[in-house]
């Protein structure tokens, strides 16, 4: 017994416009699998409450040197790395900020003026301070003790000063 013909395809062939955008079936004896049959599904990781990771960071009142700042950097972070998140966003007006899984989560419920996030940004610039006086912003990597690194961003705005941290 012989195998019936198989179609075959022209492939100089034009196919009209109502059926250019649609997928056209495949050669008869093979069977159309919908794509969610054949790829796993994506599982998201598993998202842990902020505080039942890291402790609260130190409220902003607390700060009032650059020594404070200094302690204030490495509060921060170290929630970052404890939490898993990939950046540190400190803004005068707003709570320090982490992003963890896309999410933006306050790491504290009390927000920082100017004066505050001054201090934080003087502490965590450094020497970078006088080109961020000079230009208004500056760019720099910073050494976390864990061993893990961060992009610094450090800049001047209209409501003070404001950086952000990228863990790399």
């Known amino acids: ?3 019936p013909p198989q179609p075959t395809i022209d492939v ?6 109502a059926v250019a955008p649609a997928v ?3 050669i008869v004896g093979t069977a159309v699998v919908a794509p969610e049959a054949v790829a796993p599904a994506v599982v998201a990781p598993e998202v842990v409450a902020p505080e039942a990771v890291a402790p609260a960071v130190v409220a902003p009142d607390a700060v ?3 020594a404070d700042g200094d302690d204030l950097v490495g509060q921060l972070l170290d929630a970052c790395i404890a939490r898993g998140a990939s950046d ?3 803004t005068p007006g707003s709570p320090p900020v982490c992003r963890i899984a896309g999410e933006l989560i306050p790491l504290t419920d009390a927000v920082w003026g100017a004066e505050t996030t001054e201090v934080f940004c003087r502490a965590v610039a450094g020497h ?3 080109e961020l006086d000079r230009i208004g912003t500056t760019d720099f990597g910073l ?3 864990s061993g893990n690194r961060f992009r610094a961003n450090v800049m001047k705005q209209r409501a003070g000063y404001s ?3 990228r863990r790399i």
């Open 143 to 145: 050494a976390h003790p």
């Open 12 to 17: 100089g062939a034009v196919v009209p416009d």
């Open 1 to 3: 017994m012989t195998a």
């Open 88 to 90: 540190l966003h400190i």
């Open 64 to 66: 009032a040197s650059s």
């Open 128 to 130: 970078h301070w006088e």
């Open 24 to 26: 056209v079936a495949p």
């Open 163 to 165: 950086a952000v941290l």
